[in-house]
């Protein structure tokens, strides 16, 4: 099936929140911390501005409790009396007129006593730095499994090392935005988002009003990567008081400018590893630490490094893991949800680490995988046994013979050997990722999904996961089409209005295609016994069924419904974080073939295999660029996307010097998919948004690291970088990445 | 809003001469998006990087970020609403769009290609479009589908299928 609004997409007519053309719409804007911490002494109003004219909000203004709800309750919608980021809001404006409104913002001077920040996670913070806890640990989580310490001091070799990752801006195409107004004493918001619940939530607590006088939903959204996760309920929260202060809707829009320098980014992340290993490269003990950049505020930190250090030992079978954990608060703007949540940190880590263990050990490092990859009735770091019939080195020989690995490395020996000014390397990674929520986290979401039968005999998807690119609603109307054997023109899927829809959980953790899917195939199968039929009956009967149903019923909802059930075979204790972390894992090998230019230290990427097991494929083209998609994105924060920070804000916050790849920048992406249905997952599928995402950096790392290009074990690998790696001649000091 | 800074320009969009009043501080972009209410035309950077806003003038691609309103007075423009949709299976097939906030620039830009088919003998497809940034498809659906699209001879398709 074609993306279903693809049209809508490619001819313009979709339309964004910016789009929305909104009657007597006054326009928001954000003034905001001019320091990373500090008490605020002062607001002073410019007099050049005639302050009648403008809407002027602040944390007074806030009728419920001054804090965006998440999993704690510490960041506020609107700075009160101390600031702990740059950017941090402060007050809002709204006005008719755009200019005027950029011209008051200048005109707003906040004054602010400052206090010293924390700017570097990797540093331990004076006590006068202190802001959360004793500490500044924003959470602190550990995984054991056997002896860690007894295994690595019986180990034959023991190899160390530590790994860097920088931040990454999601560059969602269509910037953030929001449109509130308030219409029979319900709050109205719609703009651009992945969690229209979340946002729900953020309004009964900031807002103190019940869940029926607050409607949010969904507009066309440009890209979300988890960027339009937890961020946007903040924004929708400060358009809702500007609206409810004016009296008159209120839009507000970020400029790209604004958009990159305060919203969330993925997390940076130091990672150390101590592995003990046999003298054949069998893997007798994982030792890793896992460090993240949380930002200002708690957010989703916590679950961000439940995830990381999940996958920070890799698809590995090894009896002996020990995985400590913490996220640190920082002065800088909070880091946030991104595509892979956590696991590329991890996985960037121990793919390099591994490539390094091979090294020391001279050992192969497709040998060293070889041994080392969980087999059919091994167990992950959480003791999670793995018996789900994916063949984990047969999708890593799939990936070698299609990169042509071997014959590429022989030819890259001769290459190097003789070409005066660039070297070429291969690199190789295997990962896995773990799909919908950590642990008995879906328990907890208990997601609802409605599928109704209309009057007219068609059928209605009705979820709160949005369409945000990924192909929600080609793969729901598939699914309620296979289910149901009807056409796909009588299949519509609901706005995702929180007026129309459940709330079947946030469109994030790649769980909407496996786990929202499923809903929906049982939600088809409800819906079809209401109206007394059986599994055999065809769409034409179904049709015939609704609408004489509703003649039999009239002025009635003829829904079917249903709501999440855990697998019997999941079990998971939070207390000892054991257990089985995810329903599935979807598993991957990818290759990277590089060239690095001695002159100017420019990588260029000649070549990308992307062998994946995702359960079954339920749409090709769209699985496909799920994965070329989700590799490029990563590409770009192996070797290009850098973020330059100064008093813990983003300093290059615009497209002109914060560079994302191009068409140039990448080669075609070559994917194959295996399959090995996972019997819980819609039509067999398993998560695949995220996978991507894993593999990359430490491929290209590896690659480079093959290419002479010296021991990279930070991304970016920007040109910068680069020549560090390659001019530096001096011996390699374990600790230093 | 000043009277002496608005200007009274006419000019060709998409096929038909209008005349409008403009501010001469004003984007083509906002003109066509606020001022026409064409929002098929996107802003993704406002600084000419990202090619979300990419219009035809005079028949070549530009970024109506860059571009003063007033400089359209007496040339042609042609946006994304112009393109027929009976033109766009072959993107629509490849997996060209996604999120679709990028979809309208790259469209334009592609159907500048398609219409200039002589630009692919000096430069590759990855070249020509190198100026629309996409942060869903990793490119590879956008460049086949372009490739399908040069290959169609015009009026292959009567109909959507």
């Known amino acids: 099936m074609k993306r279903v609004e693809g049209l809508s997409k490619l001819t313009g007519r979709e339309l964004y929140v910016d789009d929305l053309s909104v009657d007597g719409c006054l326009w928001g804007a954000t003034v905001r911390s001019p320091f990373p911490r500090g008490r605020i002494r002062s607001i002073r109003f410019g007099d050049s501005v005639d302050w009648s004219e403008f809407t002027v909000v602040d944390h007074r203004d806030i009728p419920g409790s001054n804090s965006v709800f998440l999993i704690e309750e510490d960041q506020p919608v609107l700075a009160a009396d101390r600031v702990r980021h740059l950017h941090e809001p402060v007050l809002l404006l709204a006005h008719p007129d755009r200019e005027s409104l950029r011209r008051a913002v200048a005109a707003i001077d906040i004054e602010v006593d400052s206090e010293p920040p924390v700017l570097d996670f990797r540093i331990s913070p004076r006590p006068d730095q202190i802001q959360y806890g004793n500490d500044n640990v924003l959470k602190h989580l550990r995984i054991e499994k056997g002896e860690v310490e007894r295994a690595l001091a019986t180990a034959p070799h023991m190899i160390e090392g530590v790994y860097e990752t920088g931040a990454q801006e999601h560059v969602y195409l269509e910037t953030q935005g929001m449109v509130a107004w308030e219409e029979d004493g319900v709050i109205t918001v719609t703009g651009s988002m992945q969690c229209p619940y979340y946002i729900v939530d953020a309004f009964k607590h900031a807002l103190d009003r019940p869940e029926d006088r607050i409607r949010i939903i969904q507009s066309a959204t440009g890209g979300g990567f988890g960027g339009k996760e937890e961020f946007p309920s903040g924004i929708a929260l400060h358009a809702a008081l500007l609206a409810l202060k004016a009296g008159r809707p209120v839009k507000l829009i970020y400029e790209r400018s604004e958009d990159m320098a305060v919203s969330t980014k993925r997390h940076p992340s130091r990672v150390r590893h101590r592995t003990g290993v046999d003298a054949d490269g069998r893997l007798l003990a994982q030792d890793i630490e896992v460090v993240l950049d949380g930002g200002a505020y708690v957010t989703l930190s916590p679950v961000v490094l439940s995830r990381s250090i999940i996958h920070a030992a890799g698809p590995y079978a090894c009896e002996n893991v020990r995985i400590d954990g913490r996220a640190m608060l920082t002065n800088s703007p909070p880091f946030g949800a991104f595509r892979g949540f956590g696991a590329p940190q991890g996985l960037f880590a121990c793919e390099r680490h591994m490539d390094r263990i091979a090294a020391r050990l001279g050992i192969d490092p497709v040998e060293l995988r070889r041994i080392n990859l969980i087999r059919e009735g091994d167990s992950t770091a959480t003791g999670q046994v793995i018996r789900d019939g994916a063949d984990r080195v047969g999708i890593m020989e799939r990936a070698l013979e299609l990169s042509g690995f071997d014959e590429r490395r022989a030819e890259h020996s001769v290459f190097n050997a003789t070409d005066q000014t660039r070297r070429r390397g291969i690199g190789l990674a295997t990962f896995f990722h773990g799909a919908g929520f950590t642990g008995s986290g879906e328990v907890f979401l208990d997601s609802e999904v409605h599928v109704a039968g209309l009057p007219d005999g068609r059928i209605e998807v009705r979820t709160a996961n949005v369409e945000m690119g990924q192909g929600a609603l080609t793969v729901f109307t598939q699914l309620a089409v296979d289910r149901l054997g009807v056409a796909p023109e009588s299949v519509v899927i609901a706005p995702a209005d929180t007026s129309i829809v459940p709330n079947s959980g946030p469109t994030v953790a790649s769980r909407t295609a496996m786990v929202v899917g499923g809903l929906v195939e049982r939600a088809c199968d409800d819906l079809r016994e209401t109206v007394g039929l059986g599994a055999d009956a065809d769409g034409v009967a179904l049709t015939a069924a609704i609408r004489a149903w509703h003649a039999a019923h009239p002025g009635e909802e003829l829904l079917g419904r249903a709501r999440y059930r855990q697998p019997e075979h999941i079990e998971w204790d939070d207390e000892s974080y054991r257990g089985d972390a995810y329903g599935a894992f979807a598993w991957g090998a990818y290759v990277a073939d590089v060239e690095v230019d001695l002159r100017t230290f420019a990588v260029t990427v000649r070549d990308f295999v992307a062998v994946q097991e995702i359960g079954r494929v339920l749409n090709e083209t769209l699985a496909r660029g799920q994965i070329q998609g989700g590799v490029v994105q990563a590409l770009g924060w192996a070797l290009l996307e850098e973020c330059k920070w100064r008093d813990g804000a983003l300093e290059n916050a615009q497209l002109t010097n914060y560079i994302i790849p191009t068409t140039r920048d990448v080669p075609p992406i070559r994917v194959e998919f295996l399959e090995a249905p996972y019997p819980h997952g819609a039509g067999g599928a398993k998560g695949i948004g995220e996978l991507p995402f894993d593999g990359v950096a430490p491929a290209v790392a590896n690659a480079l690291a093959a290419a002479g290009a010296g021991d990279p074990r930070v991304v970016p690998l920007t040109p910068e970088r680069v020549m560090d790696l390659i001019m530096s001649s001096s011996p390699r000091d374990e600790d230093s990445p | ?161």
Not at chain 2, 76 to 100: D, F, K, M, N, R
Request: aromatic share 4%; glycine share 12%.
């Open chain 2, 1 to 161: 809003m000043n009277d002496d800074r608005m200007l009274d320009i006419q000019l060709t969009l998409n096929g038909k001469r209008i005349s409008v009043r403009v501010d001469e501080g004003e984007r083509l972009l906002d003109l066509l998006r606020y001022g026409l209410g064409l929002t098929g035309t996107k802003e993704g950077c406002g600084e000419g990087e990202c090619g979300a806003c990419t219009v035809l003038l005079d028949g070549l691609p530009v970024n109506s970020c860059l571009i003063p309103a007033w400089q359209a007075r007496d040339r042609e423009i042609e946006t994304v609403e112009a393109v027929p949709e009976t033109e766009l299976s072959s993107l629509h097939e490849s997996g060209a769009t996604q999120c679709g906030a990028c979809t309208p620039g790259v469209v334009m830009t592609a159907w500048w290609v398609r219409r200039n088919r002589d630009v692919t003998e000096s430069h590759t497809l990855r070249q020509l479009m190198a100026g629309n940034l996409c942060r869903c498809t990793g490119y590879d659906g956008i460049i086949e589908g372009l490739e399908a699209w040069l290959a169609e001879t015009s009026g292959d398709r009567e109909e959507v299928s």
